[in-house]
C-alpha cells in the first residue's frame, strides 16, 4: 500500500504562487505515474498536470504550473505560478505504478484559496 501526504496549500492572492508537495511511501517511487488533480466546490474533479517520464498539462495551466519530482525524497511537487481565483480548488496527488489507466493511490487533498 502507498500512502501519499500533500502539503503546501494556503491562501494566497492573485497572481502569487504556492509550491504544493507530494510525499510518498512507496520504494522506487520514480518508476510510478503520478499526477495531481482538483476540485474546486460543487465542480467535478479535474486533472492538472502529469509526469512520467516526461510532463503534460491541461491547458488551463499551461505556463504557469510546473509538475517535477525529486526521486531522493520521493517527492512530487507542483510549483503553481500566476495563481488565479480560478485556480482555488482542492488538490490532490495520486500514483500508480501502471503507466496508464486509473490511479490506484491518492492523496487526502491541500487547500489552495486564490483571493482576487
Known amino acids: 500500500q502507498v500512502q501519499l501526504v500533500e502539503s503546501g496549500g494556503g491562501l494566497v492572492q492573485a497572481g502569487g504562487s504556492l509550491r504544493l508537495s507530494c510525499a510518498a511511501s512507496?520504494?522506487?517511487?520514480?518508476?510510478?505515474?503520478v499526477a495531481w488533480f482538483r476540485q474546486a466546490p460543487g465542480k467535478e474533479r479535474e486533472f492538472v498536470a502529469r509526469?512520467?517520464?516526461?510532463?503534460y498539462y491541461t491547458d488551463s495551466v499551461k505556463g504557469r504550473f510546473t509538475i517535477s519530482r525529486d526521486n531522493a525524497k520521493n517527492t512530487v511537487y507542483l510549483q503553481m505560478n500566476s495563481l488565479i481565483p480560478e485556480d482555488t480548488a482542492v488538490y490532490y496527488c495520486?500514483?500508480?505504478?501502471?503507466?496508464?489507466?486509473?490511479?490506484?493511490?491518492w492523496g487526502q487533498g491541500t487547500q489552495v484559496t486564490v483571493s482576487s
Open positions: 509526469i512520467t517520464w516526461n510532463t
Open positions: 512507496a520504494r522506487s517511487f520514480s518508476n510510478y505515474r
Open positions: 495520486a500514483a500508480s505504478i501502471k503507466q496508464t489507466g486509473r490511479y490506484d493511490y
